[in-house]
């Protein structure tokens, strides 16, 4: 099992709708919980990050943690084209403080 | 403000040869991290760095990688001896401390080694 598996996708949503990306992860004791974005060719960048359990929402991006379920997500209201991208969820987890697992991503097309 | 650098952007080296990579973390940022990504792939940690010490390099190939961040300068990635394996973007993160419950991870640009 991998430590922190995503949906490669891709996943394609209407422009305007609501993109929903998910994430699970295999260490129960994972601390906190990161979302970035990466276009094609270019470096990750933080979306948001997470910590508690519940809902957590900047602008249109909303991240959601269940801990007990041991799944993460990220809605993206109003969806533009600008939004397309692939979307890394990445964890902590409990057996290293120092370090940051990702997934493999998904990719997100908005269309027109 | 600058955030963090590297360089080269892009490097180009034969079988055989040497890559070095270069990082330059966020300005008051001491912690820096190595990532690798293969084509179509998440990224993979390699290792952690504080000034002077290696702290995490369980990431690290055993042989040819290495990694260093003194006290002066930037961190460097090192590749002795490159395969065409070794193709792929390595990016640069750097945090401000080691504690990721309160800090994030800033990326750089990335160096994309190509191996002829």
């Known amino acids: 099992q991998k430590e922190v598996e995503q949906n490669s996708g891709p996943l394609s949503v209407p422009e305007g709708a609501i993109a929903s990306l998910n994430c699970t992860y295999s260490?129960?004791?994972?601390?906190?919980f990161f979302w970035y974005r990466q276009y094609s060719g270019k470096s990750p960048e933080l979306i948001m990050f997470?910590?508690?359990?519940g809902d957590k929402e900047d602008g249109r991006f909303t991240a959601q943690l269940n801990k007990a379920s041991q799944y993460v997500s990220l809605l993206i209201r109003d969806s533009q084209p600008s939004d397309s991208a692939t979307y890394l969820c990445?964890?902590?987890?409990?057996?290293?403080?120092?370090?940051?697992?990702f997934g493999s991503g998904t990719r997100l097309s908005i269309r027109p | 403000n600058a955030g963090v650098m590297q360089n080269p952007r892009h490097l180009v080296r034969r079988r055989g040869q040497e890559a070095r990579l270069r990082c330059s973390p966020m300005?008051?940022?001491?912690?820096v991290y190595w990532y690798r990504q293969l084509p179509e792939e998440g990224l993979k940690f390699m290792v952690y760095?504080?000034?002077?010490?290696?702290?995490?390099e369980s990431g690290m190939p055993k042989e040819r990688f290495s990694a260093e961040f003194p006290k002066e300068g930037p961190s460097i990635l090192r590749i002795q001896q490159v395969v065409r394996g070794d193709s792929a973007a390595y990016f640069c993160?750097?945090?401000?401390?080691?504690?990721?419950?309160?800090?994030?991870?800033?990326f750089g640009p990335g160096t994309r080694l190509t191996v002829l």
């Open positions: 993160a750097s945090s401000p401390k080691r504690d990721t419950n309160t800090d994030t991870q800033y």
């Open positions: 260490d129960r004791g994972s601390q906190s």
């Open positions: 997470i910590y508690s359990n």
């Open positions: 990445a964890v902590n987890p409990r057996s290293s403080a120092s370090k940051i697992i």
């Open positions: 300005k008051g940022h001491s912690h």
């Open positions: 760095l504080q000034k002077e010490n290696i702290i995490d």
